[in-house]
């Protein structure tokens, strides 16, 4: 089997503290539930619901404004009992609306209603998902109609790529969702393909599950859409988009497969472009890993969106010390909870709190000179280079411009015995556009 990858520097990244991911917990429903109304790429949503108003589940509650924004539901039944602002840690203000659960649900329990997709045209699709409001359920959560507007600007033919890449431990989430909502994801593929206008599906898939990939194949091959099985190295930062399309055009050129532009979408996202379009569901939860040294019983969990994150970490047993560290995401790349009182969010993949035994120390020593940050930087760059440059005023210009191409993956950082923050240093220093 022909595995594609990148072609130099990444890392294999292992983690015994990630939760284990053969099956998911459905969590408590929330007695209290945060929604905010920024959980994607643009401006807020604009509450229409007012403090003291009964909402029901899946009902609107924050209306998109304009491009890069998204609509937000109530993700469960009750009373907006408030509206809450606080300071994220990247510096800006969020809003949210905090809504005491009460009244009986819409959905849950609920034996679903099915709706006919086959005959509806891309429009109509693209309008229910972004109805639905439908984000990359990661990153930085663009909506995904954006996206598939977006992909009808670039030169055909479009190939869709669903990107089934677990190079990170921490991606258990994912993996969880791929193996239990398998043919949510392969349908919801070929939905976002019609409204898309795609020619193609490809299903990008670490070798190692192989047997998933096939599978996924399989379900999506029955809508009579030609598909594709790539299986990719599970290196980080395999699933970056840099490092996913240079493997994926070596593919295209080994098999004289015109690929064209591409829209690349991660497994949760397509399932719920599936909810969205087969069931009339907006996004009500999502699958979440929540581990870390100091969590008592790390578990991947299917998480209603306006949990807070203190009552997930509960759910799992508490900490067994005080946690050094509390973020989403990955330790990789994580983003920082400043309160435990914030919550799920639709592009939560993992959160994670750490003891001090596992962040090694945190003190920063001089470079010692060992090149391990050339060794693993994907895209040839030389982090220690850059970082010494960005912070003096020699041939600066030059710097900066080589630290733009840097897209952050972190892998510098990860090795660097001397824990220098190389790649933050690096990400702030170069252009805010270059930033992926
Ligand atoms: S963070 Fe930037 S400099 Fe560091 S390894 Fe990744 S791409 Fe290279
Ligand atoms: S990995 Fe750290 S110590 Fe080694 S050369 Fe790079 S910056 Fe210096």
């Not at 959905?107 to 639905?132: A, F, H, N, T, V």
């Not at 067994?320 to 330790?331: E, K, N, Q």
Request: overall charge positive.
């Amino acid at each position: 089997m022909k595995i594609y990858s990148f072609s130099v520097g990444g890392i294999v990244v292992e983690d015994s503290t990630v939760p284990p991911k053969d099956a998911s917990v459905i969590a408590f429903l929330p007695g209290l539930s945060v929604i905010p109304l920024v959980q994607h790429t643009g401006s807020r949503a604009y509450p229409i619901v007012s403090v003291g108003d009964f909402v029901t589940e899946g009902m609107l509650i924050g209306r998109c404004q304009g491009p890069g924004s998204a609509n937000i539901h109530a993700t469960v039944p009750g009373r907006v009992v408030r509206m809450v602002s606080w300071k994220m840690a990247e510096g800006y203000t969020n809003d949210a609306l905090v809504i005491r659960m009460e009244g009986s649900f819409e959905m849950l329990g609920k034996r679903q209603e099915c709706y006919s997709w086959q005959g509806l045209s891309p429009d109509e699709l693209c309008r229910l998902i972004s109805e639905c409001g439908i984000v990359e359920m990661e990153g930085m959560g663009e909506p995904a109609a954006d996206m598939i507007a977006s992909l009808g600007k670039l030169p055909e033919p479009y190939t869709l790529v669903v990107r089934c890449v677990f190079d990170d431990p921490w991606l258990a989430a994912d993996y969880t969702l791929c193996r239990e909502r398998l043919k949510a994801v392969a349908e919801g593929s070929v939905i976002t393909a019609l409204a898309a206008r795609v020619s193609r599906i490809i299903f990008a898939v670490s070798h190692r599950e192989k047997d998933l990939g096939d599978k996924l194949m399989a379900e999506a091959a029955s809508f009579g859409i030609p598909v594709s099985l790539v299986p990719v190295s599970s290196r980080y930062p395999q699933k970056n988009r840099r490092e996913l399309e240079y493997a994926l055009r070596m593919y295209g050129k080994k098999e004289a497969v015109e690929l064209g532009s591409l829209l690349i979408l991660g497994p949760a996202t397509l399932a719920a472009v599936h909810d969205a379009v087969k069931l009339r569901k907006p996004i009500l939860d999502r699958y979440v890993a929540v581990g870390g040294s100091a969590v008592k019983t790390p578990q991947v969990m299917r998480v209603r969106i306006g949990t807070r994150i203190g009552e997930v970490f509960a759910e799992c047993g508490g900490f067994i010390d005080t946690p050094r560290r509390i973020a989403t995401g990955s330790p990789i790349m994580g983003r920082s909870v400043v309160d435990l009182d914030e919550p799920v969010v639709k592009t939560t993949t993992g959160v994670f709190a750490i003891l001090r035994s596992q962040m090694g120390g945190t003190r920063k020593r001089n470079c010692i000179g060992c090149g391990e940050c050339r060794t693993v930087c994907p895209v040839g760059l030389d982090p220690e280079a850059l970082y010494k440059g960005c912070a003096t005023e020699e041939n600066r210009e030059f710097h900066l411009k080589r630290a733009g191409e840097c897209h952050g993956c972190g892998c510098c950082e990860v090795v660097c015995p001397s824990r220098l923050p190389l790649s933050t240093a690096i990400r702030n220093a170069s252009p805010p556009g270059s930033r992926l």
